[in-house]
């Protein structure tokens, strides 16, 4: 029997270790009620092994650098066999795989911004306005992570207000939460030290 339960296509850049990427990976796993499937433009790494969902399907377009009109046809095709409920596509990257999704008549289609392009921190750039306009034409609805993207959103780029929905990103505060015990080499005592921790990575914008 298949099933009936409602597929979510998340249709990204490059599934690899990230923010953005670990944010897909959060909704999936947290998401039994929806069947998904993870498109990538580019590659898919080993990151996939952090989604637990079970049927998750994994598909790598292996895209090379420059325009990627020419996948159009192979996006249309891929997702009139898939037959999705849901396509989300992500950042500008992939922000133009919106058309084919509209083409196979994919009944929502949604897309999100999750920071700043590499090449426009401070999102000036009027080539990258533009596209999002053009590619946005294909979208229902549109998701802003910050405050900052809406209003890049529904500002230069020109999206009506009643299309932008933001989303702040949150924490898990089921995993993300203090200690009951305490390591028996742990050289802070509670009460009489302070102790801060910072996890994060470095990377070149």
């Keep these: 029997m298949s099933d009936p339960r409602p597929l979510v296509v998340h249709l ?3 599934f690899d270790t990230g923010g953005l990427e670990n944010g897909v990976v959060n909704v999936i796993n947290h998401l039994p009620e929806f069947r998904h499937a993870v498109v ?4 898919i790494t080993a990151f996939k092994e952090r989604v637990t969902a079970p049927g998750t399907q994994f598909i790598a377009l ?4 420059g325009q990627g009109l020419w996948l159009y046809p192979r996006v249309y095709r891929l997702l009139r066999e898939l037959r999705p409920a849901v396509v989300h596509t992500r950042n500008l990257g992939a922000m133009e795989f919106q058309w084919p999704a509209w083409a196979a008549r994919v009944p929502l289609r949604v897309h999100s911004e999750h920071g700043w392009d590499t090449n426009d921190l401070d999102g ?3 080539a990258n306005q533009r596209l ?3 590619y946005g034409l294909g979208a229902h609805r549109f998701v802003a992570l910050s405050k900052a993207i809406e209003t890049y959103l529904t500002g230069p780029v020109g999206f009506a207000r009643e299309r932008v929905q933001r989303i702040c990103n949150g924490v898990d505060t089921q995993r993300f939460a203090p200690a009951t015990t305490v390591p028996e080499a742990w050289p802070y005592r509670r009460g009489e030290h302070l102790v801060i921790g910072a ?5 070149a914008v």
């Excluded at 990538?40 to 590659?43: C, F, I, L, N, R």
């Excluded at 292996?62 to 650098?65: I, S, T, V």
């Design 40 to 43: 990538a433009v580019t590659e």
């Design 62 to 65: 292996h895209k090379p650098p």
């Design 12 to 14: 990204l850049h490059r």
């Design 199 to 203: 996890v994060g990575r470095m990377q």
């Design 124 to 126: 000036v750039s009027r």
């Design 132 to 134: 999002r306009r053009i």
